[in-house]
């Protein structure tokens, strides 16, 4: 290995395309193996996920015959060696600084190179708020070469799906499904066209957690809004109910504004319902204000007016089905 080690790196040069013909374009087949999605966080809308890649191209400076080299048809040769493709994450969030993982890249004597690293994706991706917590989400991982046209660097998808052998699933988002597209592209900067192949990752949220510690608790505190009405005058506790659940409430919106984007393109349906449980609790403390500053009136009772009787009698008893 050490004397093809040597044959092939003589007078190789990393920086230039592995053909011999200018005008051919070089065919990277690109993959992916989802092994874990770590994270997704709706607020700043980032996805992260760890990933193999995979990309497969031929290098046709890096040839031999096998029966000059002891029948070795494959060798393992450090990245950083060869020529790479410039392959880039489009919608990262992350700078580039850091690179790939300098794996090892598998050479083939017919001139085919595999090179497979382990990467920690951050991805943009676009969250729909609108039926929280009951939400599916779309993302994507869009991957291409960055300073290669379509001319120079061809990039094509290895298969119509991503690899799960080794998928970890997640507590909080179930993976529903996995599509691969190509697209070529024509970019305000250039003329020449840029193919890129885009991963999309369908995601359903797990309710189990929310409907526990959200959903369950929003229904209980409308009934608590009511149960103040049922609350004798004497008591003395009629407001103190209604500002206890109003306050929860507020706790509640909170909670969720929290796990929210900080956007006015959608809002969730939960945080309506939110609102207008706390609407009704503010009109509930409002009226218990009214009904005991009626019923601890001090001296002369003061005569009922006019046009509440004709609201109570002819509009409110209808409604709620009392005879008069």
Known sequence: ???????????????????????????????????????????????????WLEAEWYDERLVWNASDFEDIISIRIPCDTIWLPDIVLYNSVDDYTSGYMQSLAMVYNNSRVFWGPVIRFRSSCKIDITFFPFDNQICKLKLGSWAYNGWQVDVWNRSNSMDLSNFVDNGEWELLGLAVERNVVTYNCCNEPFPDVTFYIYLRR???????????????????????????????????????????????????????PQTSESISVISIYLMVVLTTSCLSVLSSVFILGIHHQRGKPHKVPTWLKMFVFRFLSPLLCIKQ
Do not use: W
């Not at 040597?6 to 993959?31: C, M, Q, T, W």
């Open 1 to 51: 290995e050490h004397v093809l080690m040597k044959h092939l790196i003589r007078n190789y040069e990393k920086s230039v395309r592995p053909v011999f013909d200018a005008s051919k374009s070089v065919n990277v087949d690109l993959g992916l193996t989802l092994t874990q999605i770590l994270d997704l966080d709706e607020k700043n809308q980032v996805l992260t996920t760890n990933v």
């Open 206 to 260: 797990r309710i189990k957690y929310y409907f526990m510690n959200i959903i369950i608790p929003c229904i209980i505190l409308s009934f608590l809004c009511l149960a103040g009405f049922l609350l004798p005058p004497e008591s003395g506790e009629k407001i103190t109910l209604g500002l206890s659940v109003l306050l929860t409430i507020t706790v509640f919106m909170l909670m969720v504004a929290d796990k929210m």
